[in-house]
C-alpha cells in the first residue's frame, strides 16, 4: 500500500497505527547516508555505500528510489515482494515521484497487490492552520510546506483511493477499512 | 449491496444495524400477500394486488421477484435506481436466487453500483450449534435450514466479497468497510 499527501494531513500516524495493530508493516528503505545515534541496521533503514548503492540500481533491484542532496534514499522490491509471498502487507510512505516509479514496476505480484491511498487535507486554508498551530516550524518553512501541498495534491487523482482527512478516529477507520474492505475481497481467478 | 448468505450467518443483523447508523437503507419490497397487523404500505412492503405484481413483471419494473406458495415477492428497479441517484446505498437482503437475477439486471447505473457481499458461517458445525442454540426451532426445522445452508454456501465464489462471520463486533466493522472503502475510490472516469 503506497500512501502519499502533502504533510499536516496525518498519514504518517495512520500508518503508523496500523503497524502497531499489527496490520501491515512499514517498508524499510535503504540509504547511502550515515546511520545517526540510535538508528538500526535492517530496522531503521538498510545503510548502504554509495558503490553498492548504485550497483544496485544498475541491477534493477529498486522499487523506487531518489537523490536527495547528495544522499541515495530507495526501496528495495525484493524487501516488498518477500514480505507479500508470505502474507505480510507492506506500507510504503512515499512522495508523488515515487509513487510513479511503483506505479511503472513490472512486477506482477506488486501490481497485483498495489494499493494506493492519497491523504487530502479537507482544504489548503486547513492545511494551513494544521501547520501553523504545530508550532514547531517558522512562517517561511510553512510558506514552502505549502507550496509543495499545492503541487503534491494536483496528483490524487491517479490514486485508487483518495482520503480527505477529517478527524483522526474517523480517518483512521476509513483508512483502515481499505485493508480490511480488500482481504474478503472473492479472487477473480475463482 | 446484495447481501446473502444462511439462515444463522447474522447477515439481517449486520444490514439492520448498518441502516440504523444511517449508512444505507433497506430496500423494501413487494409483495401480493396480505398486511398482517402494524405492517405499514411503504415501510414494511409495498402491498400489491396479484394483477397489479403480474402487470409490473411484464413490464420488467422488478429487479427481482419470486413466488414462494402462491405470494409473490419482489424489488423494483425504481426503487433501487431512485435511491442510488440521490446518493443513498441501499441494501438488498436476499437469497442466492434474488442474487442471479439482480447479478443479470441490464440497468448501467445498478451494474456501476452493484456490490456482492456473501456472509459464510466459520463452518458447517459451527453454523449447526448456533442454529440449535437458539433454542426456537424444532431439530427438523434446523435440519431443513442446514440442509439449505449446505446448498446455498455453494454460490460464494459468485460475490465479491466474502464475509467470514466471526464475532459480531468483528463481523459489523468488516461488513461496514465495505461501504466506506468504495466512497473512497477515486472514479475510473477522472
Redesign the interface.
Known sequence: MVVSGPSGTGKTTLCRKLCEEGEAIFSVSCTTRAPRPGEVDGKDYFFLTEDDFVARIGRGEFFEHANVHGRRYGTLKSYVTDNLKRGIDVLMDIDVQGAVQVRACDDALVQRCLTQ??VLPPSLDELNARLSGRGTESAEAVALRMKNAADEVEH????????VSGSREEDY??F???L???R???PLA?
Open positions: 491511498v492519497f490524487w487523482p491517479r490514486y485508487d483511493y483518495a482520503l477507520a476509513r483502515k477499512s481499505i480490511v474492505e480488500q474478503m475481497r472473492v475463482v
